[in-house]
């Protein structure tokens, strides 16, 4: 879109308006696919972001009879995360970098219909910032949609793998990357980018189904204009659009805390052009929001409903706070986007000025209650948010656990987390004790809601760090991080857990530990059962009412991919991939010992070698009565 034309769409210039476009239908095929609980179409089985299935073959009494049914190694080692996707009778299957694609025919022994291998610069991996991960393929026209970790988005004839279109999402000369899974929404398929570390200005685009032209680009920091922020953004929560919620004290006090909460009648609003101004004393690069980082690489639901599409930003640029004072919006922020135009009905940025890595990537998960329709969110940062998904008010937002420190609560009038000043982190300060570690109390792995019981199920990492922000000069395509970490177990003495929470309190209604960190998506399904993997190579199924554990099965490698169901010819199937990476696991597999190697998971995950062998197979495994 030209940029007059975004200026006319914002209403932000010259006081005029564009004309409303035209609404356009969704694609005939997902929408019919979706409609069918055999099926398991989007990343994460409908648009709601769910993870939830109403197949209840597999049941709470007979669980215990699962076994395995079929294999399929990916021939690709690392991580494997997301999962595949199945239509009628084929199912598609991603791998880790090089990306390649299969297509299954379930009704001939999962015969191999065909296969798409990308050919991607293997220098590639060298800017994946935290290993080579795909999270999965959209489908939706007829077509097989891969974002490649090289940023190119490509369309594929589902039938035959043939290439319709490709088009150029991000340059990995610069150190932007794509880990994310394209996401298709009614006639426009939406991607994003990873390269925070490398201190790269991320964004949300929409491309069209038909041709890969590009329809709206969001960009996470930087002006109105170009972060798609119109004239009535928050006017529900306008406190929300402050130009900051904290103010600096003490000039920098390493042991008390730069910045203190504002209080709300103390807040400026409304504003402008926050993604700018609120990227203070800049003393990095120009004005430090040109590379503000906000990567987008999660799970994104729509609302059909009210046209809605839901999606979280990830960390500012760099790790070192002190380089970026204020509360760099719109890094960290959950915005609501209308589909057809990208323009932001809300946002509300729920870790104002970074100071310990907490991507506010992880999934919303939207569900209905009482007439209404809500947004869940469990942060990185500790706390899980539930909206007002209309309006983005804060219904709740609590702890996931007691353990999380770096901030005493969440104000739900101001919006404002009152951080403690014993955890801020500082130029050439260790700062210890802090919890979560950076990679929060979840991370990648989405969890799943179930509306027979109305229970949000989410894995958990139950970890801590030290934190040291470094000097570090920003230089294009070269890693921009600035600090020091090391990661060790939290004061439960085990490194995760799952949880049930009651959604409109965030209240747990039942925790169970895990030696390691829950890495894998959490499945529900309508039998009141709940799936999920582990990095030691368990499979398990729970009691969703209860928590006990049910059944397990030992994979080949640890899981960081996403449980999911499916039926064919009468009997439902569940699966998940196996190959363990990500995070959590890249250390182990590229053979990095010191404490502080992958930015702290050599240390904290040491123990993983004795549970896996490294680097990871990836391997699709498929189960059943």
């Known amino acids: 879109m030209e940029m007059s034309k975004i200026k006319l769409a914002l209403g932000v210039a010259f006081g005029m308006a564009m004309a409303v476009p035209m609404v356009a239908s969704a694609a005939a095929d997902q929408e019919a696919a979706m409609k069918d609980p055999n099926n398991w179409v989007h990343p994460r089985g409908q648009h709601n972001n769910q993870g939830y299935s109403t197949l209840n073959q597999i049941n709470k009494s007979n669980v215990k009879n699962v076994k395995a049914a079929w294999q399929f190694a990916t021939g690709v080692n690392r991580g494997h995360e997301g999962s595949p996707v199945v239509i009628g009778n084929m199912m598609y299957v991603h791998t880790a970098f090089p990306n390649n694609v299969y297509a299954l025919d379930l009704n001939d022994n999962q015969k191999i219909v065909w296969a798409y291998f990308p050919k991607q610069d293997p220098s590639v991996q060298a800017v994946l910032c935290c290993d080579n991960v795909s999270r999965g393929l959209g489908y939706g026209d007829g077509k097989i949609f891969l974002q490649q970790n090289d940023g190119m988005l490509v369309a594929l004839d589902a039938k035959t793998g043939a290439k319709v279109w490709d088009v150029k999402v991000n340059d990995p000369k610069v150190g932007a990357t794509n880990t994310n899974a394209p996401h298709v929404i009614k006639d426009k398929v939406l991607t994003g980018c990873s390269g925070a570390e490398f201190g790269v200005r991320c964004f949300l685009v929409a491309y069209n189904i038909k041709d890969g032209s590009q329809v709206w680009k969001a960009y996470s920091t930087g002006p109105d204009s170009e972060v798609l922020i119109g004239k009535d953004f928050n006017k529900d929560n306008p406190h929300y659009s402050a130009l900051s919620v904290y103010e600096d004290i003490n000039g920098g006090n390493k042991e008390g805390g730069s910045f203190k909460a504002l209080p709300k009648e103390k807040l400026k609003f409304p504003e402008t052009d926050l993604g700018v101004k609120t990227w203070l004393k800049p003393q990095a690069v120009k004005d430090g929001w040109q590379h503000g980082g906000g990567s987008t690489w999660g799970w994104w639901p729509y609302d059909h409903r009210t046209n809605l599409v839901y999606y979280?930003?990830?960390?500012?640029?760099?790790?070192?706070?002190?380089?970026?004072?204020?509360?760099?919006?719109?890094?960290?922020?959950?915005?609501?986007?209308?589909?057809?135009?990208?323009?932001?009905?809300?946002?509300?940025?729920?870790?104002?000025?970074?100071?310990?890595?907490?991507?506010?990537?992880?999934?919303?998960?939207?569900?209905?209650?009482?007439?209404?329709?809500?947004?869940?969110?469990?942060?990185?940062?500790?706390?899980?948010?539930?909206?007002?998904?209309?309006?983005?008010?804060?219904?709740?937002?609590?702890?996931?656990?007691?353990?999380?420190?770096?901030?005493?609560?969440?104000?739900?009038?101001?919006?404002?987390?009152?951080?403690?000043?014993?955890?801020?982190?500082?130029?050439?300060?260790?700062?210890?004790?802090?919890?979560?570690?950076?990679?929060?109390?979840?991370?990648?792995?989405?969890?799943?809601?179930?509306?027979?019981?109305?229970?949000?199920?989410?894995?958990?990492?139950?970890?801590?760090?030290?934190?040291?922000?470094?000097?570090?000069?920003?230089?294009?395509?070269?890693?921009?991080?600035?600090?020091?970490?090391?990661?060790?177990?939290?004061?439960?003495?085990?490194?995760?857990?799952?949880?049930?929470?009651?959604?409109?309190?965030?209240?747990?209604?039942?925790?169970?530990?895990?030696?390691?960190?829950?890495?894998?998506?959490?499945?529900?399904?309508?039998?009141?059962?709940?799936?999920?993997?582990?990095?030691?190579?368990?499979?398990?199924?729970?009691?969703?009412?209860?928590?006990?554990?049910?059944?397990?099965?030992?994979?080949?490698?640890?899981?960081?991919?996403?449980?999911?169901?499916?039926?064919?010819?009468?009997?439902?199937?569940?699966?998940?991939?196996?190959?363990?990476?990500?995070?959590?696991?890249?250390?182990?597999?590229?053979?990095?010992?010191?404490?502080?190697?992958?930015?702290?998971?050599?240390?904290?995950?040491?123990?993983?070698?004795?549970?896996?062998?490294?680097?990871?197979?990836?391997?699709?495994?498929?189960?059943?009565?």
């Open 312 to 625: 979280g930003t990830g960390n500012p640029s760099v790790w070192n706070p002190d380089v970026r004072p204020g509360d760099n919006k719109w890094s960290m922020t959950i915005f609501a986007r209308d589909v057809d135009t990208g323009i932001a009905k809300w946002g509300y940025q729920m870790t104002p000025h970074d100071e310990w890595d907490y991507d506010g990537i992880n999934e919303v998960i939207l569900f209905d209650k009482g007439g209404k329709t809500y947004a869940w969110h469990h942060d990185r940062n500790g706390f899980a948010y539930t909206f007002d998904a209309h309006t983005g008010s804060i219904i709740a937002a609590e702890k996931v656990h007691p353990f999380v420190n770096w901030a005493t609560h969440v104000d739900k009038a101001t919006g404002i987390p009152h951080k403690d000043g014993k955890y801020s982190t500082h130029q050439d300060y260790n700062t210890k004790g802090i919890c979560p570690a950076a990679l929060g109390t979840k991370d990648q792995q989405p969890a799943a809601y179930s509306p027979r019981t109305g229970l949000v199920y989410s894995p958990l990492n139950h970890v801590c760090m030290t934190y040291e922000p470094v000097e570090s000069k920003y230089i294009a395509g070269q890693p921009w991080v600035g600090a020091t970490l090391t990661m060790f177990a939290g004061p439960d003495g085990v490194m995760g857990g799952f949880a049930a929470y009651d959604p409109m309190t965030n209240k747990a209604k039942w925790y169970n530990k895990e030696k390691f960190s829950a890495w894998g998506g959490a499945l529900a399904t309508a039998s009141d059962l709940v799936f999920y993997g582990t990095l030691d190579r368990w499979f398990k199924a729970l009691d969703a009412q209860t928590g006990k554990e049910l059944w397990k099965f030992q994979v080949g490698s640890g899981v960081i991919g996403n449980a999911f169901t499916y039926s064919h010819k009468g009997k439902q199937y569940v699966g998940v991939l196996s190959g363990i990476g990500g995070w959590a696991g890249v250390a182990m597999n590229l053979g990095l010992e010191n404490e502080t190697d992958a930015l702290g998971a050599a240390g904290g995950y040491k123990e993983l070698t004795k549970y896996n062998a490294a680097p990871g197979g990836g391997a699709l495994n498929v189960f059943s009565l």
